[in-house]
C-alpha cells in the first residue's frame, strides 16, 4: 500500500510535513487505523483566516466577495417588536432602551455595522446601555439585525480561501488538518460544530469554508444546545423558544433562514440519525467562542451525558480552536478528574483562587453573580468532552499571559499537568497502535505547566513548532527526535541581573524565557503588581534550539515560583 503524500494544496513547511510524517510512522498502514487509534489538533486560537468577513487576514489585493459585516437598522417595525417581546420584566430597562432606539432612530435610520450602532448608543446614553443585562442586550441587537441579501435576494454568504491567507502559519496547520484527514479515511469527511459560538449559525459560513479541502467533503453540523435539548425530548415545535431560553438568541429564523431550517430538519430525524452522522464522520471541528455553551451539546442541565456523547468523543480526528481545544479537556487520569477552565486572568486568579461556577459575563462589571468579578477564574470541575485527559488544557496562552491562571487551576484542582496552546500554534496528540506522542505545529509553542508537590512552585516547559514530546509514566519529555536535530544555539549574552516588570503583560514571560533558553541562563526574576516571578534553572532543566524562528527554543523543566510581597 502506497503511503498518503501530504497535500501540497496549502505548501506546508519543513516543520509541518515533519509532523505529518509522525502521523504516519505511528499508523503504519495509514487506510486501517484501528478504532481506538486518534489525532487531536488543538489549537490556541487566532487561526487568522483570509475571508470576506476579515480582509485584514488575505494577502494584498486579495480581497474576497461575500458577507462583509453584519448589517443594524434603526426603525420603528424593529423598535416595536423590542417593545413587544422584551425578554424580561424589567420594564424600567425596556422603557429606558425604546425611548434610546426611537431618539436614535432619528439621526441613524441607515445601514449599520455593530461597531457604528453601539457607538451612536454609547454617546446618547452610556449608562443605560450598561445597565442591560446579557439576556436585554443581546435580545435588542438581535431583533435590529438585518438580513445580508445578495442581488438576487438570497442569503449572502461569508466566503474563506485559505490560500490567500497572510499567515503562513495558519496554513500550516490546515494543511495538516487536512493530510490527517486523508490519512484516516480514503474518503474523509469532516463536520463544523459552532456551538461555542452565542450565534451558531453566523460561524456556520466560515468553517465550512475553512475545512473545504480537496477531495474532503465537509458540512456544518446544526448541533447546538437548542438542538440537543429539543431532539433529546422529541420537542422539535419547541426549537425557537430553546433558542431564546438556552443561547439567549432571537429572530434567527430571519437572518439564517437556511441554517435554522437545516437545524428544524435534523431534529425532526432525532437522536439515532444524529448519532449516526456523527458515526460516519472522520472528524469534528469545535469552533471558538466559550466552551461552556459547547459542553451543553454534550450534557444536559442536570450533567447527564446526551446519547451522542461518546461517539462525538470517539471520532479518528478531533480539532478545536480556542473553546474548542479547552473544551476537550475532561476524564479522568492517576490524579482524579480532568477540569475544563472556563474564564479568568492570571491576576485574578492569583489574587482571588479558582472557582467552580460558572463563568460571568465579561459584561457583568460590579453585578456579577456568586461574587465573582469578571476576570474571576472560573472553571467546570467534571470537566468536557474528554478526549484530552493527560491535565487541563488552556489556549491564547502566552500572548494572553495565562500561566499564572493555569498553575492556579491546577493547584485548586489536585491536577498534575497543564497545556497551554499558544494562538496560531496547535498541539497535535497521535494515539495510535498503542502509542502516544505529541507534536506542535503553527507559529509559536505550547506551555507545560507541571506542579511540584510544594505550593507556588511549578515546572515551565516550552515546546516550540516542530518539538517532539514523548509520553511516558513518568509524564512528558523531549524526544531523542527533536534533541538530535537541534540547531546551534544562538551567540546571545547573559541576561542582565535586574527585575523585569509588568511580566504578566504582552506575552513578557514568554519573550523572558525564550532569552533564557537563548543564552542559556540559569536564573531570572519578574514582578507584576504585588507578585514575584522566580525562574530557576535546576538539574532536570535542558534548553534545545528546535528552529530558528522567534520563540523557536525549547525549555524542559525551569522551575517557576510564584509569591506575594510581603
Same mark, same amino acid.
Given at each position: 500500500?502506497?503511503?498518503?503524500?501530504?497535500?501540497?494544496?496549502?505548501?506546508?513547511?519543513?516543520?509541518? $510535513?515533519?509532523?505529518? &510524517?509522525?502521523?504516519?510512522?505511528? %499508523?503504519?498502514?495509514?487506510?486501517?487505523?484501528?478504532? #481506538?487509534?486518534?489525532?487531536?489538533?488543538?489549537?490556541?486560537?487566532?487561526?487568522? =483566516?483570509?475571508?470576506?468577513?476579515?480582509?485584514?487576514?488575505?494577502?494584498?489585493?486579495?480581497?474576497?466577495?461575500?458577507?462583509?459585516?453584519?448589517?443594524?437598522?434603526?426603525?420603528?417595525?424593529?423598535?416595536?417588536?423590542?417593545?413587544?417581546?422584551?425578554?424580561?420584566?424589567?420594564?424600567?430597562?425596556?422603557?429606558?432602551?425604546?425611548?434610546?432606539?426611537?431618539?436614535?432612530?432619528?439621526?441613524?435610520?441607515?445601514?449599520?455595522?455593530?461597531?457604528?450602532?453601539?457607538?451612536?448608543?454609547?454617546?446618547?446614553?452610556? #449608562?443605560?446601555?450598561?445597565?442591560?443585562?446579557?439576556?436585554?442586550?443581546?435580545?435588542?441587537?438581535?431583533?435590529?439585525?438585518?438580513?445580508?441579501?445578495?442581488?438576487?435576494?438570497?442569503?449572502?454568504?461569508?466566503?474563506?480561501?485559505?490560500?490567500?491567507?497572510?499567515?503562513?502559519?495558519?496554513?500550516?496547520?490546515?494543511?495538516?488538518?487536512?493530510?490527517?484527514?486523508?490519512?484516516?479515511?480514503?474518503?474523509?469527511?469532516?463536520?463544523?460544530?459552532?456551538?461555542?459560538?452565542?450565534?451558531?449559525?453566523?460561524?456556520?459560513?466560515?468553517?465550512?469554508?475553512?475545512? &473545504?479541502?480537496?477531495?474532503?467533503?465537509?458540512?456544518?453540523?446544526?448541533?447546538?444546545?437548542?438542538?440537543?435539548?429539543?431532539?433529546?425530548?422529541?420537542?422539535?415545535?419547541?426549537?425557537?423558544?430553546?433558542?431564546?431560553?438556552?443561547?439567549?438568541?432571537?429572530?434567527?429564523? !430571519?437572518?439564517?433562514?437556511?441554517?435554522?431550517?437545516?437545524?428544524?430538519?435534523?431534529?425532526?430525524?432525532?437522536?439515532?440519525?444524529?448519532?449516526?452522522?456523527?458515526?460516519?464522520?472522520?472528524? %469534528?471541528?469545535?469552533?471558538?467562542?466559550?466552551?461552556?455553551? @459547547?459542553?451543553? !451539546?454534550?450534557?444536559?442541565?442536570?450533567?447527564?451525558?446526551?446519547?451522542?456523547?461518546?461517539?462525538?468523543?470517539?471520532?479518528?480526528?478531533?480539532?478545536?480552536? &480556542?473553546?474548542?481545544?479547552?473544551?476537550?479537556?475532561?476524564? $479522568?487520569? @492517576?490524579?482524579?478528574?480532568?477540569?475544563?477552565?472556563?474564564?479568568? =486572568?492570571?491576576?485574578?486568579?492569583?489574587?482571588?483562587?479558582?472557582?467552580?461556577?460558572?463563568?460571568?459575563?465579561?459584561?457583568?462589571?460590579?453585578?456579577?453573580?456568586?461574587?465573582?468579578?469578571?476576570?474571576?477564574?472560573?472553571?467546570?470541575?467534571?470537566?468536557?468532552?474528554?478526549?484530552?485527559?493527560?491535565?487541563?488544557?488552556? @489556549?491564547?496562552?502566552?500572548?494572553?499571559?495565562? =500561566?499564572?491562571?493555569?498553575?492556579?487551576?491546577?493547584?485548586?484542582?489536585?491536577?498534575?499537568?497543564?497545556?497551554?496552546?499558544?494562538? =496560531?500554534?496547535?498541539?497535535?496528540?497521535?494515539?495510535?497502535?498503542?502509542?502516544?506522542?505529541?507534536?506542535?505545529?503553527?507559529?509559536?509553542?505550547?506551555?507545560?505547566?507541571?506542579? $511540584?508537590?510544594?505550593?507556588?512552585?511549578?515546572?515551565?516547559?516550552?515546546?516550540?513548532?516542530?518539538?517532539?514530546?514523548?509520553?511516558? $509514566?513518568?509524564?512528558?519529555?523531549?524526544?531523542?527526535?527533536?534533541?538530535?536535530?537541534?540547531?546551534?544555539?544562538?551567540?546571545?549574552?547573559?541576561?542582565?541581573?535586574?527585575?523585569?516588570?509588568?511580566?504578566?503583560?504582552?506575552?513578557?514571560?514568554?519573550?523572558?524565557?525564550?532569552?533564557?533558553?537563548?543564552?542559556?541562563?540559569?536564573?531570572?526574576?519578574?514582578?507584576?503588581?504585588?507578585?514575584?516571578?522566580?525562574?530557576?534553572? #535546576?538539574?532536570?532543566?535542558?534548553?534545545?534550539? !528546535?528552529?530558528?524562528?522567534?520563540?523557536?527554543?525549547?525549555?524542559?523543566?525551569?522551575?517557576?515560583?510564584?509569591?506575594?510581597?510581603?
Amino acid at each position: 500500500m502506497e503511503l498518503y503524500k501530504l497535500p501540497h494544496t496549502l505548501k506546508p513547511n519543513g516543520l509541518t $510535513k515533519f509532523a505529518f &510524517s509522525l502521523i504516519l510512522t505511528a %499508523l503504519s498502514l495509514p487506510l486501517l487505523a484501528n478504532k #481506538q487509534d486518534q489525532t487531536l489538533v488543538l489549537i490556541g486560537g487566532a487561526l487568522t =483566516t483570509c475571508s470576506s468577513f476579515s480582509p485584514q487576514n488575505c494577502r494584498l489585493n486579495s480581497a474576497l466577495s461575500g458577507k462583509k459585516q453584519n448589517n443594524y437598522q434603526l426603525n420603528k417595525m424593529a423598535i416595536s417588536a423590542i417593545a413587544e417581546r422584551w425578554p424580561t420584566a424589567n420594564n424600567d430597562a425596556k422603557s429606558a432602551t425604546v425611548k434610546s432606539l426611537t431618539i436614535l432612530m432619528a439621526n441613524y435610520s441607515q445601514i449599520m455595522n455593530k461597531s457604528e450602532l453601539l457607538w451612536a448608543w454609547r454617546d446618547l446614553d452610556q #449608562q443605560q446601555l450598561n445597565q442591560l443585562i446579557d439576556q436585554e442586550y443581546n435580545f435588542v441587537l438581535d431583533m435590529l439585525e438585518q438580513p445580508v441579501l445578495d442581488a438576487s435576494g438570497q442569503r449572502l454568504k461569508e466566503q474563506v480561501d485559505s490560500a490567500k491567507n497572510s499567515e503562513r502559519a495558519a496554513n500550516d496547520i490546515l494543511a495538516f488538518i487536512e493530510g490527517a484527514s486523508k490519512v484516516s479515511n480514503a474518503t474523509p469527511q469532516l463536520l463544523a460544530i459552532t456551538a461555542s459560538s452565542r450565534d451558531p449559525y453566523e460561524t456556520a459560513d466560515f468553517y465550512e469554508g475553512l475545512l &473545504s479541502f480537496e477531495g474532503v467533503s465537509q458540512a456544518w453540523l446544526p448541533l447546538t444546545p437548542a438542538l440537543a435539548k429539543a431532539i433529546s425530548r422529541n420537542e422539535c415545535s419547541q426549537l425557537n423558544q430553546y433558542r431564546e431560553q438556552l443561547m439567549g438568541l432571537y429572530n434567527r429564523e !430571519v437572518i439564517y433562514p437556511d441554517r435554522t431550517a437545516a437545524e428544524q430538519a435534523l431534529c425532526e430525524k432525532g437522536s439515532a440519525n444524529l448519532v449516526t452522522i456523527l458515526a460516519a464522520s472522520t472528524g %469534528l471541528m469545535f469552533n471558538g467562542g466559550d466552551q461552556s455553551l @459547547t459542553r451543553q !451539546v454534550m450534557f444536559d442541565e442536570q450533567g447527564n451525558e446526551y446519547p451522542w456523547r461518546e461517539v462525538l468523543r470517539s471520532r479518528p480526528i478531533i480539532i478545536g480552536t &480556542s473553546a474548542g481545544t479547552a473544551v476537550q479537556s475532561g476524564g $479522568k487520569n @492517576t490524579a482524579g478528574q480532568v477540569a475544563m477552565i472556563s474564564n479568568g =486572568t492570571s491576576l485574578a486568579a492569583l489574587r482571588e483562587g479558582a472557582f467552580a461556577f460558572n463563568a460571568p459575563s465579561e459584561r457583568c462589571l460590579e453585578s456579577c453573580p456568586d461574587n465573582l468579578g469578571p476576570d474571576s477564574l472560573t472553571y467546570q470541575a467534571l470537566g468536557g468532552l474528554g478526549t484530552f485527559n493527560y491535565g487541563i488544557l488552556d @489556549t491564547h496562552f502566552s500572548e494572553r499571559n495565562r =500561566t499564572a491562571r493555569l498553575a492556579t487551576l491546577l493547584s485548586k484542582t489536585g491536577q498534575n499537568h497543564g497545556f497551554g496552546v499558544d494562538e =496560531t500554534t496547535a498541539l497535535v496528540v497521535v494515539k495510535a497502535n498503542k502509542t502516544e506522542l505529541m507534536t506542535v505545529v503553527g507559529k509559536h509553542g505550547v506551555v507545560h505547566i507541571q506542579t $511540584k508537590g510544594q505550593q507556588q512552585k511549578y515546572n515551565y516547559s516550552y515546546w516550540p513548532s516542530g518539538t517532539v514530546i514523548d509520553i511516558t $509514566k513518568q509524564g512528558f519529555s523531549l524526544s531523542s527526535r527533536t534533541k538530535q536535530a537541534a540547531k546551534a544555539g544562538a551567540d546571545m549574552p547573559a541576561l542582565p541581573a535586574q527585575i523585569f516588570q509588568n511580566i504578566l503583560n504582552d506575552a513578557k514571560l514568554r519573550s523572558l524565557t525564550q532569552a533564557m533558553c537563548l543564552s542559556k541562563s540559569s536564573q531570572s526574576q519578574g514582578q507584576h503588581d504585588e507578585f514575584n516571578l522566580s525562574l530557576s534553572a #535546576q538539574d532536570s532543566t535542558e534548553y534545545v534550539r !528546535v528552529n530558528s524562528h522567534q520563540n523557536g527554543c525549547a525549555i524542559n523543566e525551569l522551575e517557576l515560583m510564584i509569591t506575594a510581597s510581603q
